[in-house]
């Protein structure tokens, strides 16, 4: 198919214009809502096209989608003959959204929860190279978190920490929502091969962001929850994720601060983690030590673990205060090349 040539969309003082947005819509389970979905995201007029991704769904929403659309050359279905997860088959969208021609890709799921209202909203910082990335945040109305699911809510809160510490993007929270707006030459820069395929998707494309320096900001938008049934396991994600998040975390370290720059940071991260470790295992023998003799340990003695723990401490939280202040500011994709 080929994509509008222009658009053009004005909503207070914003103005898109020549540019091809495309809508990826991973579905699975979602035979009940994917035509409502699609019809919203049809009427929202910066949308050039959609690309609904059937991810092996037995309820055959890519069908249903094919059916209902049959006459609309916007609306393109690719049916995957097996499972890959929410991430996989949003990679597949974003892989056909490139080969499309678009220049702004947004992600929404197919289970209605996304108003698609907001898909203007997700574009416009795009449009105006304030930002890379746009992702939705759900925390900014006190209506909106009321009627989260208590689960969500204590989930969200403890995966946000993780992510703020493996991606370095300390002012974004909310991680795990996937109402996300990307720019085509950013998402070429992605290895989209080792982004993770499952519902770990968007906290690793975060990850996979910082490591090219992108810019990403957050949008407030509200969700709808109705009967729905997700398919992620909340309380499983808060075992797994948080070790995900350890391991992009130490790679975040290494290429940051080892591999691609040497700084003050680093030395500071060096030395403090050197204190801390000699400060505590030589508190931790000196302890046993005592116990095993049933004498009290010096003022000196004591002195000499607490004062490479205080130093050791303070060198981290020196570490800390940079890495918060490096956060991307400045969108990437205006020095990146144009696509072919």
Known sequence: MEPKDSVNLKRGNTRIAKTVVAVVIPCYRVSGTITSVIRDVLGENVVSMVFCVDDACPEESGNIAREAFRNDLRVNVICMSTNRGVGGATKVGYE?????????????????????????????????????????????????????????????????????????????????????????RVAAQIPFDKVHDRFFFEQDLLFRLSTIRACVVEMPMTAVYGDEKSNLKVFQALFRFPVFHVINGCKRIFYNYFLRNFSLASINLILGFLFLVAGVGFGA???????????????????LSALPIILGIQLLLNFLAYDMAMVPREAVHQKLPCLK
Request: aromatic share 10%; net charge neutral; proline share 4%.
């Open 96 to 184: 056909a959204a490139l080969s499309a021609g678009a220049n702004i890709i947004v992600k929404l799921d197919g289970d209605g929860q996304m108003n698609s209202r907001h898909i203007s909203d997700l574009v416009s910082p795009i449009v105006r190279g304030e930002a890379d990335y746009v992702k939705g945040n759900r925390f900014f109305s006190l209506p909106s978190v009321s009627s989260m699911p208590l689960v969500r809510k204590i989930g969200n809160a403890a995966l946000s920490f993780f992510n703020k510490l493996s991606s370095g993007y300390w002012n974004l929270f909310d991680p795990t929502n996937g109402y996300t707006a990307i720019e085509a």
């Open 285 to 303: 023998y000196q302890w046993s030590m005592s116990i095993a003799l049933e004498r009290a340990a010096t003022a000196g003695t004591v002195m």
